[in-house]
Each structure stands twice: as C-alpha cells, then as structure tokens.
Nanobody, 120 residues
Framework: QVQLAESGGGLVQAGDSLRLSCEVS????????MGWFRQAPGKEHEFVAA?????GSTSYVDSVKGRFTISRENAMYLQMNSLKPEDTAVYYC????????????????WGQGTQVTVSS
C-alpha cells in the first residue's frame, strides 16, 4: 500500500561516488524517520543511515561516517563518496516512527532495493 522506490545504484570503481534516491508513493509519511539499510549476498541486512522527519537529526553506522551523507528534500537521498568494495550491497530505503528502532535494523516500510557494486 505504501511504496518506497529506490534509484541511483550502479557499478562504479573504488573511490567514486553515487547518490541514491528514495521516493514515497501515494502519501507522505508525516512524522516518520527515513533511512537506508544494505544487504550483501549471504549476510544479514545492516543499518546504514537515518534522518529524522524534519531533518534535524542524523545517524550513521561507523563504517560510513565521513563518507556518506543522508538528506531530505522532496525525496530522501544518500550521497555516497569515496566508495569502497566493502560497500557493495543491495541498498534499501526504509521508514519507521522511531530512529532507535531503525538502528536495531527494523522498519515499518521497506523499498525493493537498488544494487550498488564497487569494483577494486
């Protein structure tokens, strides 16, 4: 019923940059935290970053701090700089009422994912 749609993934070389986008269909998720998870083949999904409803607070996993930036405009974005092969994964947009819940790798709504592949 509520659809989150990711875009912007692709195949890049180490050190390159990508910007992921997430758009919400049907209705605005007023009051919701939005963020990003990622999942590599054979691994559990991992919390990457989240941003509060008004954009005043952000949270990042340690491995992406200083390289990734999450933002909210008309859509929600993840700017990824200095990409590393370890960043290779399917990236999922997600939304929840609680940032604490998202840091525990849970969310109410999920997108279908966009593939990011970083070659050495």
């Amino acid at each position: 019923q509520v659809q989150l749609a990711e875009s912007g993934g692709g195949l890049v070389q180490a050190g390159d940059s990508l910007r992921l986008s997430c758009e919400v269909s049907r209705r605005t998720l007023s009051g919701y935290v939005m963020g990003w998870f990622r999942q590599a083949p054979g691994k559990e999904h991992e919390f990457v970053a989240a941003i509060s409803w008004r954009g005043g607070s952000t949270s990042y996993v340690d491995s992406v701090k200083g390289r990734f930036t999450i933002s909210r405009e008309n859509a929600m974005y993840l700017q990824m700089n200095s990409l590393k092969p370890e960043d290779t994964a399917v990236y999922y947009c997600a939304a929840d009422l609680s940032m604490a819940t998202m840091r525990l790798r849970r969310a109410e709504f999920w997108g279908q994912g966009t593939q990011v592949t970083v070659s050495s």
